[in-house]
């Protein structure tokens, strides 16, 4: 199976149908499911000073070292100016929550799929295949 490792919180933020949108400064031809893992490291948390980031984690349980949903990768486009302002003037949050800068590319994620059981898995860069034998993967809406 495809695997993004992304760093938290954002994974946790992606999960919850929060962030549908990945900004990566580098595209994919790349289309179909995907998994997303939440990186192992704390260190970007400990960077965040961002007062409505902050806010946004509040009560949630984050997801270190996790394989922890699936989701549909539908597009990969590049940032145009145009672009970044209708994310920043239509989704506040989703703009918060990710880098929108010209020459960047941004992952358009669709059917969010919670995992029932977390996988857990050492990250890669780039996407990646999980190899582990028969891994029973489902979602809480059974799919």
Same mark, same amino acid.
């Given at each position: 199976? /495809? =695997?993004?490792?992304?760093? @938290?919180?954002?994974?946790?933020? &992606?999960?919850?149908?929060?962030?549908?949108?990945?900004?990566?400064?580098?595209?994919?031809?790349?289309?179909? $499911?995907?998994? &997303?893992?939440? @990186?192992?490291? /704390?260190?970007?948390?400990?960077?965040?000073?961002?007062?409505? &980031?902050?806010?946004?984690?509040?009560? *949630?349980? $984050?997801?270190?070292?996790?394989?922890?949903? /699936? =989701?549909?990768? *539908?597009? #990969? =486009?590049?940032?145009?100016?145009?672009? &970044?302002?209708? *994310? +920043?003037?239509?989704?506040?949050?989703?703009? $918060?929550?990710? +880098?929108?800068k010209e020459k960047r590319y941004a992952w358009i994620l669709d059917d969010i799929q919670t995992l029932d059981k977390k996988i857990p898995a050492k990250g890669k860069l780039n *996407?990646?295949?999980?190899?582990?034998?028969?891994? +029973?993967?489902? #979602?809480?809406?059974? +799919?």
């Open positions: 199976m /495809k =695997v993004l490792t992304i760093q @938290e919180p954002y994974a946790t933020f &992606i999960m919850q149908g929060m962030k549908k949108i990945e900004t990566r400064s580098w595209q994919t031809k790349y289309r179909g $499911l995907i998994y &997303i893992h939440a @990186e192992k490291s /704390k260190k970007l948390l400990k960077k965040i000073t961002n007062p409505d &980031i902050l806010n946004l984690l509040k009560n *949630i349980n $984050l997801n270190y070292g996790n394989i922890i949903c /699936k =989701v549909n990768l *539908i597009d #990969c =486009v590049p940032m145009t100016p145009k672009f &970044i302002s209708k *994310i +920043k003037n239509q989704n506040n949050n989703e703009y $918060l929550l990710g +880098k929108y *996407i990646w295949n999980y190899n582990e034998t028969n891994p +029973k993967v489902t #979602c809480k809406n059974g +799919k």
